[in-house]
C-alpha cells in the first residue's frame, strides 16, 4: 500500500523524493515548465492565447529547433511579431481611402512607415539571435535591446498622429495596432528575463582606442578623422552649392542620387548658405555623412508645424532614419514659431548616429530623438517647450542649451523623454553641458510613464526654477519615472527646493552617477558599445 501523504506536504519534499526515484523525471518536469512560462509570457494578454501558444510551438518545430531553448522560444515570439507587424502595414494601408482630411492622410502614411520602421527593427533582431546562437557578437545585447525598444514605441507615434482629427480612423487603427503591440512589448520582457542566460553570447569588454577619444567607440577611425578634419580638405562623394558651384543646388537631390543601403560613408559636402527644403532621408539610406562650413553658416530651414495640418513627426526640417548618420558644422532650423506648436527641427530615427557642432534651432519640440541610438557633441539647442523630446537612447555631451520666449501662460520645459516600458533601454543622459535660460525653466516632465532623463556636471543659471522639474498632469508617472541630478553647478543648481517626487534623485555617491556616464550608461543599460568618450573616472569633463 502507497504511504498516505497528507495533501500540505511541502512541494520540496516532493521534488526531492522524485528526484532520488528518478532525475530523469525532474528534468522533464522543468524543461516543460520552462517551455509552458516562457511559452506564456509571449502570449501574454494576447486576445486569441490558445492560437498564440500553439503557432510558437509550430515555429519552434518548423525550424527544427529545439523545444526546450529559451532562445528557440524567444526567436519564435519574434518571428511571431514581425508577421503581425506586416500584418498591421496590411491592414492600415486599407484605411487610406477612408482619410477625409489632410492630417488624416500625412496620419496614416506615419503608421505604415513607423510600421515599416518595427518590421526592420524585428528583422534585425532575429539576424542578431543568428549571431548570438553562434556565440558571436560582441554588441548583440546592446543591439537588440536598442532595436527592440525602438520597435515597441513607433505604434505609440502612428496613433500619436491623429491627434487633431476626429479620432474615428485612430479608434480602427488602435485595435489593429493592439495585438503587435503587446506581441512586441512581451518579447521586450522574455529578453530581459532571459540575457543573462546560457544562449546569450559573451560580451567582449576587449577596446581599441582610449578614453581620451572624443566620439563613440562605434564610429570607425576613419569616421573620427571625418569629424575633425577641416571641411575644404575632406575627400567628399558629393558637393551641394546654392550658387551652382557643386554637383548639386539642392540637398535632397545630392540624397536622391546617394547610393541605397552603403556599406561604407558616403560624404555629402554643403558648403555656406541658407537651404529651404525639407528632408526626409528614408531608412535606405545609409552611412550618409553632411558636413557643413560651420554653425550659422550652412543652414538648413523650414517652418512646417502642427498648425498647418502636419502630424509632429512629419513637421521636421530635417528627417533621418538610414544607419549610421553623422553631421558635423551646421544648423537646422524650423522657424515655426511658439504660437504655431509643435514644429521639429530635427528628427532622428538613425541607429548609431553622431552630431558634432551641429545647432537645433526652433520653439516648440525642436529635437525629436525619436528613436534608437544617437549622440551630441558640443551641439547648441534651443526652444520653449519640451524642445528635447522623444524616446531614443541618446547622450549629448559639452552642448549649449537655450530657451525661448514662449507663448504667455506656457511654461519652459527643456526635456519630455518618452520611454513607455521599464524593459526598454532608453533615456537621455545630459552631461558636462550648460543650460543657459533665458525664462523661467524646468528640466524636464514626463511624457510617458517610464521617462527617463539625467543631468550631470552641467552648468544651470539663475532661471532654472527651484523645483527643477514639472508635472505632466496630475500625479501621472510622478512614481515611476527616473529623474537624476548630479554634481551640477551654478545658481539654478541648488537641490534643497527639489521636487519630492519618488522618481526623483539626488544622486549623492559617485557609483551611482558612474552608472550614468557614457561608458557605464551604455554599457550598463545594454543599448550601445562602451564609447571612447573624453573623460575621467566617467564624471568629469
Given amino acids: 500500500m502507497a504511504p498516505n501523504i497528507p495533501m500540505a506536504f511541502p512541494t520540496t519534499f516532493l521534488l526531492l523524493l522524485l528526484l532520488l526515484v528518478s532525475p530523469s523525471i525532474i528534468h522533464a518536469f522543468s524543461h516543460?515548465?520552462?517551455?509552458?512560462?516562457?511559452?506564456?509570457?509571449?502570449?501574454?494578454?494576447?486576445q486569441n492565447q490558445s492560437s498564440c501558444l500553439l503557432n510558437l510551438q509550430s515555429r519552434v518545430?518548423?525550424?527544427?529547433?529545439?523545444?526546450?531553448?529559451?532562445?528557440?522560444?524567444?526567436?519564435?515570439?519574434?518571428?511571431?511579431?514581425?508577421?503581425?507587424?506586416?500584418?498591421?502595414i496590411e491592414m492600415i494601408t486599407k484605411f487610406n481611402t477612408?482619410?477625409?482630411?489632410?492630417?488624416?492622410?500625412?496620419?496614416?502614411?506615419?503608421?505604415?512607415?513607423?510600421?515599416?520602421?518595427?518590421?526592420?527593427?524585428?528583422?534585425?533582431?532575429?539576424?542578431?539571435?543568428?549571431?548570438?546562437?553562434?556565440?558571436?557578437?560582441?554588441?548583440?545585447?546592446?543591439?537588440?535591446?536598442?532595436?527592440?525598444?525602438?520597435?515597441?514605441?513607433?505604434?505609440?507615434?502612428?496613433?500619436?498622429?491623429f491627434e487633431g482629427t476626429d479620432r474615428r480612423l485612430e479608434r480602427f487603427i488602435r485595435g489593429s495596432l493592439a495585438q503587435v503591440t503587446q506581441l512586441i512589448g512581451n518579447v521586450l520582457v522574455l529578453y530581459t528575463q532571459l540575457?543573462?542566460?546560457?544562449?546569450?553570447?559573451?560580451?567582449?569588454?576587449?577596446?581599441?582606442?582610449?578614453?581620451?577619444?572624443?566620439?563613440?567607440?562605434?564610429?570607425?577611425?576613419g569616421d573620427q578623422e571625418l569629424m575633425v578634419s577641416r571641411p575644404g580638405g575632406l575627400m567628399h562623394d558629393a558637393v551641394v552649392a546654392l550658387d551652382g558651384t557643386g554637383d548639386y543646388r539642392s540637398i535632397t537631390q545630392a540624397i536622391n542620387e546617394a547610393p541605397n543601403f552603403s556599406n561604407r560613408r558616403y560624404i555629402i559636402y554643403i558648403k555656406r548658405g541658407v537651404y529651404r527644403e525639407?528632408?526626409?532621408?528614408?531608412?535606405?539610406?545609409?552611412?550618409?555623412?553632411?558636413?557643413?562650413?560651420?554653425?550659422?553658416?550652412?543652414?538648413?530651414?523650414?517652418?512646417?508645424?502642427?498648425?498647418?495640418?502636419?502630424?509632429?513627426?512629419?513637421?521636421?526640417?530635417?528627417?533621418?532614419?538610414?544607419?549610421?548618420f553623422i553631421a558635423r558644422d551646421m544648423t537646422f532650423q524650423n522657424t515655426a514659431g511658439p504660437a504655431n506648436h509643435q514644429a521639429v527641427a530635427l528628427r532622428v530615427d538613425s541607429d548609431q548616429s553622431a552630431f558634432y557642432r551641429c545647432s537645433v534651432e526652433g520653439y516648440q519640440d525642436t529635437l525629436y530623438i525619436h528613436s534608437l541610438r544617437q549622440f551630441y557633441r558640443e551641439c547648441n539647442i534651443y526652444g520653449t517647450i519640451d524642445f528635447i523630446f522623444g524616446n531614443g537612447a541618446a547622450v549629448l555631451q559639452n552642448c549649449k542649451i537655450f530657451t525661448r520666449v514662449p507663448l504667455p501662460l506656457q511654461?519652459?520645459?527643456?526635456?519630455?523623454?518618452?520611454?513607455?516600458?521599464?524593459?526598454?533601454?532608453?533615456?537621455?543622459?545630459?552631461?558636462?553641458?550648460?543650460?543657459?535660460?533665458?525664462?523661467p525653466t524646468y528640466l524636464g516632465r514626463p511624457w510617458k510613464q517610464y521617462s527617463r532623463t539625467v543631468f550631470m556636471n552641467t552648468f544651470m543659471n539663475g532661471l532654472v526654477q527651484p523645483r527643477g522639474w514639472l508635472e505632466w498632469y496630475g500625479n501621472f508617472a510622478l512614481?515611476?519615472?527616473?529623474?537624476?541630478?548630479y554634481r551640477n553647478y551654478g545658481p539654478g543648481s541648488g537641490l534643497a527646493g527639489r521636487v519630492r517626487?519618488?522618481?526623483?534623485?539626488?544622486?549623492?555617491?559617485?557609483?551611482?552617477?558612474?552608472?550614468?556616464?557614457?561608458?557605464?550608461?551604455?554599457?550598463?543599460?545594454a543599448w550601445l558599445p562602451p564609447t571612447g568618450i573624453k573623460f575621467s573616472s566617467g564624471l568629469s569633463n
Fill in 195 to 221: 540575457h543573462r542566460l546560457p544562449f546569450k553570447a559573451t560580451r567582449n569588454r576587449t577596446t581599441s582606442g582610449t578614453e581620451d577619444s572624443e566620439f563613440p567607440k562605434w564610429m570607425s577611425e
Fill in 411 to 439: 511654461k519652459v520645459t527643456i526635456t519630455a523623454q518618452g520611454r513607455k516600458d521599464p524593459h526598454q533601454s532608453t533615456g537621455f543622459s545630459i552631461q558636462n553641458s550648460f543650460i543657459y535660460a533665458t525664462q
Fill in 479 to 485: 512614481n515611476t519615472l527616473w529623474y537624476g541630478e
Fill in 61 to 88: 518545430v518548423r525550424s527544427g529547433l529545439d523545444q526546450q531553448s529559451p532562445g528557440s522560444i524567444l526567436r519564435a515570439a519574434m518571428e511571431n511579431s514581425l508577421d503581425e507587424a506586416r500584418q498591421a
Fill in 98 to 161: 477612408l482619410s477625409i482630411t489632410l492630417r488624416e492622410q500625412i496620419a496614416i502614411q506615419d503608421c505604415q512607415e513607423l510600421l515599416d520602421f518595427s518590421v526592420s527593427e524585428l528583422a534585425w533582431s532575429l539576424a542578431e539571435m543568428k549571431v548570438v546562437r553562434a556565440g558571436a557578437g560582441s554588441h548583440s545585447e546592446g543591439n537588440l535591446k536598442a532595436w527592440l525598444s525602438a520597435a515597441l514605441s513607433n505604434q505609440d507615434t502612428c496613433l500619436e498622429g
Fill in 32 to 46: 516543460e515548465t520552462t517551455f509552458q512560462s516562457l511559452a506564456s509570457q509571449a502570449c501574454a494578454n494576447i
Fill in 501 to 525: 517626487w519618488s522618481g526623483f534623485h539626488v544622486i549623492r555617491d559617485a557609483s551611482t552617477a558612474n552608472f550614468f556616464t557614457v561608458g557605464r550608461f551604455i554599457d550598463g543599460m
Fill in 278 to 324: 525639407n528632408i526626409d532621408m528614408k531608412k535606405k539610406k545609409t552611412n550618409i555623412m553632411f558636413v557643413g562650413d560651420g554653425i550659422g553658416a550652412t543652414i538648413v530651414t523650414g517652418n512646417r508645424n502642427f498648425m498647418q495640418g502636419w502630424t509632429t513627426f512629419r513637421t521636421a526640417t530635417v528627417a533621418v532614419s538610414g544607419k549610421g
